[in-house]
Structure formats: C-alpha cells, structure tokens
T-cell receptor, first 115, second 117 residues
Framework: GESVGLHLPTLSVQEGDNSIINCAYSNSASDYFIWYKQESGKGPQFIIDIRSNMDKRQGQRVTVLLNKTVKHLSLQIAATQPGDSAVYFCAENTNPMDSSYKLIFGSGTRLLVRP | DTGVSQNPRHKITKRGQNVTFRCDPISEHNRLYWYRQTLGQGPEFLTYFQNEAQLEKSRLLSDRFSAERPKGSFSTLEIQRTEQGDSAMYLC???????????????FGPGTRLTVT
C-alpha cells in the first residue's frame, strides 16, 4: 500500500556536523515530497519540498535529494545547530490525480544535537 | 500573527463527553485540512475543505466526528461521545488551491491536544 517510512528513528549528531535524515517511500506515482520539522508541543513547520521532476533542491542550510530509482528521499542539514533538534517528517502526495493533495506522513526521525 | 491558529491548545475531557475544536486558517487560503497525530507518529489525514465544501473524509473519521467550515473561513471539528482512543493531537493546516500555486505546501497550526480520561 501507500506508505512513507524512515530508516532511522533517532539520529544524534555533534553540533557543527552535517546531518542526513533518510526516508523511503513506496508509491512510485508520488509526484511531490515535503520535509517538515516538528518541535515538542508545536505543529509541523515546513522545511523544504521537491517535485518528482527534480532530484535535488537546496534551501538555507538544507538540501533535499530525491532518488526515484530506489524511491528514496533524504534531508541534509549543514552545520547542525542545537535549534535543529526536533522530529523530522517526510511526507508525500501519493496520487497526483487526487485533487485533495492530502499528505501521507512517515513516522518521523528524532534529531538530537550534542553540544 | 498571520499563521494558522487553533483553539483550545489543550483539552481534557471525560469519556462520553462532546468536544469541539476550532481552526482559523491563513486568511487567503481556501483549502483547510484536519489531521490527527498520536505520540511518535506522523500526522494522519482526516478531512479537508475547499472553501466551505467538505470534499473528502478519511475512514479514520468515524460517525462521532463532524467537521464544518460554514463560511469558508474558520473550521470546527466536533467529537461526540469521546473515547480514550480519541486522545491525540488534532492538527489543522491550510493552503492555497493547488491550481493557484506551484507549491502544495500546507501550513500547520500548533494543534489541539486532546486527553480523554
């Protein structure tokens, strides 16, 4: 069925290092992917998105990579800071013909930044 | 504050009681979504509105749940005869109509955390 999953439930990194959070998706028809950051007690906050016609997109300190061949998505955070500590979710719009554009979320990866 | 707002932020209720949550989306957004999130999991889609029309409901939305968006602005989500299994964070998100923008980004509110005792 349609699902979005994550390889690592918890990732611990040293402050200043780069972080890579991975995500696998199962629906090859998905055409839109998005990464959200969620801090404790808050709603998800948009980080970056990517369409299926791209394989890389960069933002401020973040890069999303999309490998459609193996249905894999990753979020790279450069020079990780304590404020990056949060749970990160990838989500996909699984059916481009679905007019709802509802998002299907994975279960999340917790990023812990060590000082 | 021009973001999505939700009220109340927290609600504790006894099993069997009715509760109602409110969501105020970003003013120019005509799409409004409700999601439910349990601890350690990602949000799960419940329903969405295009203006005042409710266009889709998830199978997660039992008959005890009802959502409205009467004037195409704010929305309410009501749960009748609450059960302990309803305890979760209820998130609201809004977006422009995907036909109006190249991004499908949904902007989330802070959520309403429901605890049913």
């Amino acid at each position: 069925g349609e699902s979005v999953g994550l390889h690592l439930p918890t990732l611990s990194v040293q402050e200043g290092d780069n972080s890579i959070i991975n995500c696998a998706y199962s629906n090859s028809a998905s055409d839109y992917f998005i990464w959200y950051k969620q801090e404790s007690g808050k709603g998800p906050q948009f980080i970056i998105d990517i369409r299926s016609n791209m394989d890389k997109r960069q933002g401020q300190r973040v890069t999303v990579l999309l490998n459609k061949t193996v249905k894999h998505l990753s979020l790279q955070i450069a020079a990780t800071q304590p404020g990056d500590s949060a749970v990160y979710f990838c989500a996909e719009n699984t059916n481009p013909m679905d007019s709802s554009y509802k998002l299907i979320f994975g279960s999340g990866t917790r990023l812990l930044v060590r000082p | 504050d021009t973001g999505v707002s939700q009220n109340p932020r927290h609600k504790i209720t006894k099993r069997g009681q009715n509760v109602t949550f409110r969501c105020d989306p970003i003013s120019e957004h005509n799409r409004l979504y409700w999601y439910r999130q349990t601890l350690g999991q990602g949000p799960e889609f419940l329903t969405y509105f295009q203006n005042e029309a409710q266009l889709e409901k998830s199978r997660l939305l039992s008959d005890r749940f009802s959502a409205e968006r009467p004037k195409g602005s704010f929305s309410t989500l009501e749960i009748q005869r609450t059960e302990q299994g309803d305890s979760a964070m209820y998130l609201c998100a809004s977006s422009l109509n995907p036909g109006q923008t190249s991004s499908y980004e949904q902007y989330f509110g802070p959520g309403t955390r429901l605890t049913v005792t």
